[in-house]
Nanobody, 123 residues
Framework: QVQLVESGGGMVQAGGSLRLSCAAS????????IGWFRQVPGKEREFVGG????????VYASTVKERFTFSTDNAKNTVYLQMDSLKPEDTAVYYC????????????????WGQGTQVTVSS
């Protein structure tokens, strides 16, 4: 079992930055991919990107590429999502999730989810 806890959400003005954290506990998940999704009411959960737990190559959705960056701290079992140049359309609940699947852009490919953290970007 893997437990994931997100933190770092909040409210920021457009153009600002936030850093989200996804802290993992439980089973060693060195072979997992940590993905980030976001969701607004009435819409499907949207893939933001993912990074292998070992901190290898990261994949970003086109809507956030060049603005969002993943990083990992293995000692803390934590993955970070640095969000810069935030836009009002980035407003959503952000979730981190873990999977061992070779493909990881769809929510159904993930086994473990955090509780989500709200990000609100005002114009």
């Amino acid at each position: 079992q893997v437990q994931l806890v997100e933190s770092g959400g909040g409210m920021v003005q457009a153009g600002g930055s936030l850093r989200l954290s996804c802290a993992a506990s439980g089973r060693t998940f060195s072979n997992y991919v940590i993905g980030w999704f976001r969701q607004v009411p009435g819409k499907e959960r949207e893939f933001v990107g993912g990074i292998s737990r070992s901190g290898g190559s990261a994949v970003y959705a086109s809507t956030v590429k060049e603005r969002f960056t993943f990083s990992t701290d293995n000692a803390k079992n934590t993955v970070y999502l640095q969000m810069d140049s935030l836009k009002p359309e980035d407003t959503a609940v952000y979730y981190c999730a873990a999977t061992r699947s070779y493909t990881y852009s769809r929510p159904e490919e993930y086994n473990y989810w955090g509780q989500g953290t709200q990000v609100t970007v005002s114009s």
